[in-house]
């Protein structure tokens, strides 16, 4: 198999602020795993963009716009997750009942403490800038910008099984290293679903709010946790090693099965800084 490196053309976007503190469906991206029956691949450094929102968050449909417009600009090589947690995404009357929090999300947002920085703000590649790891949506796109031309470290494989009847599904992961990574890494598979129509808060519509928004990329759990497991030995990983790995999930009722993603990430098992990532659907 022929392995070729692509470049990408960076750019400025200049969006929007606001942001909301307690005191006080855009675009439709095309995903594309890296899979392919092709005799020729093209393996491209992929960007982890994470956004911590909630439906009570009147700012946070600029942060979504936000994200819609990095993925305009680079395709393929952003992977986005919407990560619902905090005090702006509990449930509250009648038009914001629904509830898309997760363990795994409050997890990542403990972790990262996002929801108490104040909602809308996110993670590229979970890599810290200048000692900060949380990164405002106006500066998205300029943080992204630093990794899109960087070539990868390793490519992510991974191959769905889903059984409609039992709502079963499986995947078959192979990562195969591109150049020697002496740290230790681990691997995570997330499972997204996109375009959950129900209200959202927005400060920029006369009612202040959208009955019918989409809410896309949301975060809806994990098949192996919030920091997943050790990938390999966990030990060093050397340029064309390849290592294999699955795991499986009984996707639940209220899931819509067509718009569910498995967005698998490897990082850095220190600092948690993500080196690669994959957004797979699996229908």
């Known amino acids: 198999m022929k392995?070729?490196?692509?470049?990408?053309?960076?750019?400025?976007?200049?969006?929007?602020?606001g942001c909301d503190k307690i005191e006080g469906p855009y675009g439709n991206a095309a995903g594309n795993n890296q899979n392919s029956g092709d005799t020729s691949e093209t393996i491209l450094r992929k960007i982890l963009v994470e956004d911590f929102t909630g439906h009570t968050c009147g700012n946070c449909p600029r942060a979504a716009e936000s994200l819609g417009q990095i993925e305009n600009l680079?395709?393929?090589?952003?992977?986005?997750?919407?990560?619902?947690?905090?005090?702006?995404?509990?449930?509250?009357?009648?038009?914001?009942?629904?509830?898309y929090r997760t363990s795994v999300g409050n997890d990542l947002d403990q972790a990262f403490g996002n929801s108490a920085a104040g909602l809308p703000n996110g993670l590229i590649n979970r890599k810290e800038y200048d000692g900060q790891s949380i990164i405002q949506h106006t500066d998205w796109a300029s943080k992204t910008s630093e990794w899109i031309n960087l070539p990868p470290d390793l490519v992510i494989r991974t191959v769905p099984q889903y059984n409609p009847a039992t709502r079963e599904l499986e995947i078959s992961v192979n990562t195969t290293i591109l150049q020697n990574i002496e740290e230790s890494l681990n691997i995570v598979y997330y499972l997204t679903e996109d375009s959950i129509q129900s209200a959202q808060k927005d400060y920029s519509l006369a009612a202040q709010y959208e009955p019918n928004y989409y809410h896309r990329h949301v975060l809806r759990g994990s098949m192996n946790g919030a920091w997943g497991n050790v990938l390999g030995e966990g030990i060093g990983y050397t340029a064309n090693q390849e290592l294999n790995s699955n795991a499986s999930f009984t996707i639940p009722s209220t899931w819509n099965a067509s718009k569910i993603a498995v967005v698998t990430i490897v990082y850095k098992t220190g600092n948690k800084e993500v080196i690669q990532a994959e957004e797979t659907k699996i229908q």
């Open 3 to 17: 392995i070729k490196l692509l470049t990408a053309i960076t750019a400025t976007i200049i969006l929007l602020n």
């Open 74 to 99: 680079y395709g393929d090589q952003i992977v986005a997750i919407a990560i619902h947690a905090g005090f702006f995404a509990e449930p509250t009357g009648a038009f914001f009942s629904e509830d």
